[in-house]
């Protein structure tokens, strides 16, 4: 079977700052995204976009600007001014169809967002020629400390009757997709958006490099001059951008989680080695006073990562509600036959599990917390205790000694 007029969109997202620590400048690998791109362009021979990062940098070299309540430019910022798009073409992949292509770089709220599309401008395209689209899968953002996440969105009219849809979506996503990388999706969920089929495959959801892949079909008289209208365009990457930041910011409340457990196994080693103390005073008081140095900056990080931990829920929990809220605005532009339950079952299925598997997560470390400082006042007791003993004994000698 043949497509019409396919284009194949990546969505990335990055952070640009990271406000639940208060930071107004740039996270340090703030970047990464545009310099993705930079190598994207040199690997394709595309000018425009390997010199992105400097059209985008201000006097300052700066990108964007700080996010913050009072300033709500921020929420939805096109970065490339004035003409906002930046589109190019006769890209050559090797193939006798030659692509065009634009870029949309934004800045949401403290999130970088681009969208690099690459298109087909031709009536009739074999399905193994969609892999043209992806050449050398180079439309993936590489893995970085502050990657959120990316979709990819392929858009396609299938040619002829279409029986079997999951067959044609299989057809399409072993096109786009490098054969090494096939293995790692399963189709999780079908539904309609803008009247035609729209198909999702996932993935390992804590990879941030593998993107989230959804496919849609226009198989309706009224999908294409909707899509070509655009009015789905903001609600749709804020809700892929809520999405990727929800998983995000899960993944990083499973590592806090994983750091406070081996501190608290650090904490429980050093209450039983108290009963195996060195019988000697001066290196007993001296390894005492070396694990009251060390327990106070364990409970220093023990408490960060508590912390943490709460920003994280609050994070997922506001994240999730404007999920919800894009969510329902793509259904107020939607059409009859509808059916967004692809996009509905993320939010459905993870939202309650993530908040609380991260309220067990407290549930079990905070109790621990009043450990800590049980732990460091009675170290510090008998620190107290054995140094005094030792300078009157030192006393005491001297005292001697002059007699």
């Given at each position: 079977?043949?497509?019409?007029?396919?284009?194949?969109?990546?969505?990335?997202?990055?952070?640009?700052?990271?406000?639940?620590?208060?930071?107004?400048?740039?996270?340090?690998?703030?970047?990464?995204?545009?310099?993705?791109?930079?190598?994207?362009?040199?690997?394709?021979?595309?000018?425009?976009?390997?010199?992105?990062?400097?059209?985008?940098q201000?006097?300052?070299?700066?990108?964007?600007?700080?996010?913050?309540?009072?300033?709500?430019?921020?929420?939805?910022?096109?970065l490339?001014?004035?003409?906002?798009?930046l589109?190019?073409?006769?890209?050559?992949?090797?193939?006798?169809?030659?692509?065009?292509?634009?870029?949309?770089?934004?800045q949401?709220?403290?999130?970088?967002?681009?969208?690099?599309?690459?298109?087909?401008?031709?009536?009739h395209?074999?399905?193994?020629?969609?892999?043209?689209?992806?050449?050398?899968?180079?439309?993936?953002?590489?893995?970085?400390?502050?990657?959120?996440?990316?979709?990819?969105?392929?858009?396609?009219?299938p040619?002829?009757?279409?029986n079997?849809?999951q067959a044609?979506?299989?057809?399409?996503?072993?096109?786009?997709?490098?054969?090494?990388?096939?293995?790692?999706?399963?189709?999780?969920?079908?539904?309609?958006?803008?009247?035609s089929?729209?198909?999702?495959?996932?993935?390992?959801q804590?990879?941030?490099?593998?993107?989230?892949?959804?496919?849609?079909?226009?198989?309706?008289p009224?999908?294409?001059?909707?899509?070509?209208?655009?009015?789905?365009?903001?609600?749709?990457?804020?809700?892929?951008?809520?999405?990727?930041?929800?998983?995000?910011?899960?993944?990083?409340?499973?590592?806090?989680?994983?750091?406070?457990?081996?501190?608290?196994?650090?904490?429980?080693g050093?209450?039983?080695?108290?009963?195996?103390?060195?019988?000697?005073?001066?290196q007993?008081?001296?390894?005492?006073?070396?694990?009251?140095?060390?327990?106070s900056?364990?409970?220093?990080d023990?408490?960060?990562?508590?912390?943490?931990?709460?920003?994280?829920r609050?994070?997922?929990?506001?994240?999730?509600?404007?999920?919800?809220?894009?969510?329902?605005?793509?259904?107020?532009?939607?059409?009859?036959?509808?059916?967004?339950?692809?996009?509905?079952?993320?939010?459905?299925h993870?939202?309650?599990?993530?908040?609380?598997?991260?309220?067990?997560?407290?549930?079990?470390?905070?109790?621990?917390?009043?450990?800590?400082?049980?732990?460091?006042?009675?170290?510090?007791g008998?620190?107290?205790?054995?140094?005094?003993?030792?300078?009157?004994?030192?006393?005491?000698?001297?005292?001697?000694?002059q007699?």
């Open positions: 079977m043949k497509v019409t007029n396919p284009k194949l969109t990546l969505y990335a997202f990055h952070l640009r700052n990271n406000l639940a620590q208060g930071g107004e400048e740039p996270v340090e690998d703030a970047n990464h995204l545009w310099e993705q791109c930079q190598q994207l362009g040199k690997k394709l021979n595309v000018p425009r976009l390997e010199f992105l990062l400097e059209r985008l201000n006097s300052n070299g700066k990108i964007g600007i700080t996010p913050s309540r009072d300033n709500p430019e921020s929420d939805y910022l096109e490339l001014q004035p003409e906002h798009l589109s190019f073409s006769a890209i050559h992949n090797g193939s006798s169809l030659q692509l065009r292509g634009e870029v949309y770089p934004l949401i709220h403290d999130t970088y967002a681009i969208d690099i599309t690459f298109r087909y401008p031709y009536p395209v074999e399905i193994d020629q969609l892999a043209g689209l992806n050449p050398q899968g180079c439309l993936q953002i590489a893995q970085s400390n502050s990657l959120l996440g990316q979709t990819l969105v392929l858009f396609a009219q040619e002829g009757k279409l079997d849809i044609f979506t299989d057809d399409c996503l072993t096109a786009i997709l490098p054969e090494s990388n096939r293995k790692n999706y399963w189709l999780s969920a079908q539904g309609r958006f803008l009247g089929p729209i198909v999702e495959y996932s993935n390992n804590e990879n941030q490099a593998q993107p989230h892949i959804l496919i849609w079909l226009n198989c309706h009224q999908t294409e001059p909707l899509e070509a209208g655009g009015d789905y365009y903001q609600p749709l990457i804020n809700l892929l951008c809520c999405r990727h930041k929800i998983l995000y910011v899960y993944s990083q409340s499973r590592w806090c989680n994983q750091q406070a457990r081996k501190l608290y196994r650090q904490l429980d050093k209450a039983k080695g108290l009963q195996h103390l060195s019988s000697e005073p001066t007993r008081l001296k390894q005492l006073k070396e694990w009251l140095t060390e327990l900056q364990t409970a220093f023990y408490a960060n990562h508590l912390r943490d931990l709460e920003l994280h609050t994070t997922i929990e506001t994240n999730n509600k404007n999920y919800q809220f894009w969510l329902n605005q793509l259904n107020f532009i939607s059409i009859e036959k509808n059916n967004l339950e692809v996009l509905q079952q993320f939010i459905s993870n939202s309650e599990n993530f908040i609380e598997q991260i309220n067990t997560d407290l549930s079990y470390l905070l109790p621990s917390q009043q450990l800590f400082q049980q732990m460091i006042e009675t170290i510090r008998i620190v107290e205790t054995e140094q005094a003993e030792s300078d009157r004994a030192t006393e005491s000698a001297a005292q001697k000694r007699q």
